[in-house]
C-alpha cells in the first residue's frame, strides 16, 4: 500500500479500530490533547502497537545516598503510568541500556499494570561476548528483569557493523540464531528481528538473511535528515532502507527520529521557518509527524526522560496528522540546511561510555552542537561580539562539564569508536574541540 492510499484509509483517523484512549477527557483537556492514540496493525500477528513507542534508554536519573547516578524509579514508575493511560503500548529496552539498569527498572514499572497492556521489547545485546553460555545468560537474565514470561519483540541488536563476519560470530557460530528460532516457534519469543547500524552493503547483506530467518520487523534509524543525506559512509540513507523492508512487506521500527535530539534543538534559522509555519507546534512534532506518515512504520521510538516530553509527544500522536507532500518537500529544504552547520553527529546514545579516561563525551559533544545551533561559537577575535561569546562558551562549557571529564584529557585510545553506532570519529571531534576551546582561552582565534 503506498502513502496517498494508506493516508485515504488511516491518516485521518477514520478506522475506529486502529485508535487507543489517551486518557480521561479531563486529562486531554488539560494538556491540550486531542483524539485518540494512533495505532498501527502489526500485520504478522495482529498486534495493535500505538505509533509511539517507549525508548527505555534514557530513564530519569538521581543520586542515591553516596552520590552515585541511579535510575530514579519513582519518576519512571510515573511515566510509564501516564503513558500507558494514553494508549502507548510499546516499551523497547536493553541489557545494556543505562550501564546495565534499564531493564530492571522497566520491568518494575511495567510489572504494576496487567500483562496484556504493554508489548516489550529488548534484545540480545552480545557485544564482545559471542559466547554462548553468556548469551544464553543474558537472555534469560531478561525474562528476570522485565518480569515477563515472554518477549512481544526480540531483537539481534545493531547489527550491521562488521558485515555478515560480525553477525556470524555474534549469532551463528555460537548457536544463538538457532537458539532464538526456537524460542519464537515456543512462543517465548513472539516477534523476531533485528535493529540495524551501518552502510548499504551491510544491509543488503543482513536482508538476504531473510529468506532463510523470516524476520518479522526490522528497526532502523529514519529522521527527515538521514532521509536522503546520510553520511553513506557507515550510515545509508533511510529511504533506501524503507524501500527494501517496504518491498518485502516488513514492519519497521524507527530508532532516531529526533536524530539525537537534535531535530528538538535546531538552528536558529531552521527552528524559526518551522515556526513560521506552525506557531503552536514543537520542532520535535515535525520529525515525529514526518516517520510516522510512512505506512510500513510500526512504531516510533522516542527516549522521553521528563513528563514534558511524554505531554508534547502524546500531543503529535493522540489524534495524529500525516504530513502533506508539500510538508515533506518542506523538511526536505530544512534538512538541507542542516547539513550546512558543522555539528558533530551524536545521537547521545552513550554506547561510548564510560570512557577509561573519565571523558564525558556525550555532554561534551551536545553542549558543543547547542552553541553551534544557537549561534553562540565565537568565529575569530575580530567578531563584534567575540568577547561575550568567548566568555558564555568557556563558561557554560566549564559548567556542563567538569574540567577533568573534558575533551582535553582524551589521549585517542579510540576504545570509544568501536562501540559508536554513528561511527564518529570520536577522539578528531574531542581533539577539534580542544584544540577550539584552547585558542578561545588565548584569543587566537
Known sequence: MDRRTFLKYTGAGAAGAMLAGCGTDKKRRQEGISGEMEMRLNPGNGDRVSLLGYGCMRWPMTKDADGKDIIDQEKVNALVDRAIEAGVNYFDTSPVYLQGESEKATGIALARHPRSSYLIATKLSNFGIPDHDLSLKMYYNSFEELQTEWFDYYLMHAIGRGGYAAFKQRYEDNGMMDFVMAEREAGRIRQLGFSFHGSRP???????????????????????????????VMNVNADYLYEQLDKREIPIVVMEPLLGGRLADLPANVASQLKERDPDASLA??????VGTYPRILTVLSGMTYMEHLEDNLKTFCGFEPLTDEEIDFLERMAVLMKEYPTVNCTNCKYCMPCPYGIDIPTIFKHYNTCVNEGLVPQSAAQKDFKRLRKAYLTSYGKAVPPERQADHCIGCKQCMVHCPQSINIPHELHRIDHFVERMKRETL
Do not use: C, P, T
Request: cysteine-free.
Open 202 to 232: 551491510q544491509f543488503d547483506e543482513m536482508i538476504a538473511l531473510h529468506d532463510k530467518y523470516h524476520f518479522d520487523f526490522v528497526q532502523i534509524e529514519m529522521n527527515y535528515v538521514d532521509w536522503k543525506h546520510a553520511d553513506g
Open 285 to 290: 512534532s515535525w520529525a515525529f509527524r514526518f
